[in-house]
């Protein structure tokens, strides 16, 4: 049994088509096939089940494949602590965001990171703070920025960069343009725009309306904030925005501080406490917390 075998069948499974197991693995199809029916001959029993459009696993399969997958993640666990020791920093993270991030500057701190550490590979994705939560605690992710206005999920450790409270916005003529502040009550029955269910400011503002007894009526949903703030120029509802978006457009909108505890919010590094994790994902998440620290 060799370790290639493993990897070609673990493909097989996974993708559930030969062709796309071997364009995975950058291999021929005819190599992959033929590896993996040697595999099967040396165990004396069939892992696949090829009698289908797709190929599936068999009982006998479905029963090796997480000793296979475990057998391939130890020897990628020995590569990686060499490499460590060694002083080598290599292979892969995946970082997600949240689509407003500007005031924390991570484009500078991935540029310091590869100029550290050029061997590893970097990819970013964006998405809502709960998704990002759930992928850091499933693995998919190894370092997240997220917005958060109650305590992390457990198994996720958190440092926060910036903090700031939410604020209401309307165009110069739309409504409560009149009020410096607001409460609760004020914004209840008015066209309101948010970002959508999962970010941190939504879960603030829907808990700060069912801590009063109300449920806010949301006209426009954005995932990006700074598409709330055009709506509202344009006299679409008021928009709710972290304070620091609005005051920087504040000579083309109405800003309207809101009383009333919990509606506040936070951008933070987000990582998962529990699992394992690579020496390149150990050597982001240091780098990232001591680049905010400075």
Do not use: C
């Amino acid at each position: 049994m060799e370790l290639h075998q493993l990897a070609y069948f673990v493909a097989v499974a996974e993708e559930g088509n030969f062709t796309r197991a071997a364009e995975r693995l950058h291999v021929a199809q005819p190599g992959v096939s033929a590896q993996v029916k040697r595999l099967e001959r040396e165990l004396g029993q069939e892992l696949l089940d090829r009698s289908g459009r797709t190929v599936r696993l068999t009982d006998v399969g479905a029963a090796a494949l997480p000793h296979a997958r475990a057998a391939l993640a130890a020897v990628q666990g020995v590569r990686e602590a060499v490499e460590e020791l060694a002083g080598l920093v290599r292979g892969q993270v995946a970082i997600g965001a949240v689509t407003s991030v500007g005031p924390i500057g991570l484009p500078d701190i991935l540029a310091g990171f590869h100029e550290r550490y050029p061997a590893v590979e970097i990819t970013l994705s964006e998405a809502d703070s709960e998704t990002m939560l759930a992928a850091l605690r499933e693995g998919r992710l190894d370092l997240a920025v997220v917005g958060i206005s109650t305590a992390p999920p457990p198994g996720i450790a958190t440092q926060v960069l910036l903090e700031e409270p939410f604020v209401a916005v309307t165009a110069p003529s739309g409504p409560l343009s009149g009020r410096a502040e607001v409460g609760i009550p004020d914004l209840d029955g008015l066209p309101l725009m948010a970002l959508p269910k999962g970010t941190g400011l939504r879960t603030a503002l829907d808990a700060a309306f069912a801590q009063a007894g109300r449920k806010p009526r949301i006209a426009f949903e954005a995932a990006d904030p700074n598409v709330l703030v055009q709506l509202a120029t344009r006299g679409l509802g008021v928009a709710i925005v972290p304070e620091s978006l609005a005051r920087y457009h504040q000579a083309e909108l109405r800003v309207i501080g809101i009383r009333g505890p919990g509606l506040r919010g936070a951008l933070a590094l987000a990582w998962r406490t529990e699992g394992p994790l690579s020496p390149a994902a150990r050597a982001l998440i240091a780098f990232a917390r001591a680049a905010q620290r400075s």
